[in-house]
C-alpha cells in the first residue's frame, strides 16, 4: 500500500466521519455517489435515499465515529478501503453503539472520489 493512497483515503473517511457525526445530510451526500448503498448486518441493503431521510428527520444520528484504516487498495478509478470503525449515536431514541470492520467502495466521478457502497460487519471482542 502506497502511503500517499493511504493518507488520501484516510482524509476521505475522516471527512466522511465528520459529515456522518453533523447529521448535516448535505455534507453526508457530498460524500457518497448517488447510488451509494449501506449495507447492514441487521437490514441487508439499504440505498442512499433512505439513510439520508432518516438522518434528516432525528431517526438515526451518531455523536461519534472514527475509522482505523487497515488497507488501501486502487484499481484505476475504484478503491477499497477497509478499516476499524467505531461509533455512537441514536436510532429511534435509544442509544447505538458500534464496533465493526468496515469496507468502503470509492468510485472516482469527474475527478472526485465518492463512497459507492460502505460493508459493515461486526467486529468480534
Known sequence: MR??????FTALEDAF???M???DVDRIA???ADDWTLVTP???PVGRDRILSVISDGTLSHDMMVKDIARVKV???VA???GRGRNTGS???EPISADEWITDIYRRVDGQWLCALTHLTPARA
Not at 502511503?3 to 488520501?8: A, L, S, V
Open 3 to 8: 502511503i500517499d493512497e493511504t493518507e488520501h
Open 17 to 19: 466521519n465528520a459529515a
Open 21 to 23: 457525526v453533523s447529521n
Open 30 to 32: 457530498a460524500c457518497i
Open 42 to 44: 441487521e437490514a441487508g
Open 75 to 77: 484499481y484505476g478509478d
Open 80 to 82: 477499497v478501503v477497509t
Open 91 to 93: 436510532f429511534k431514541g
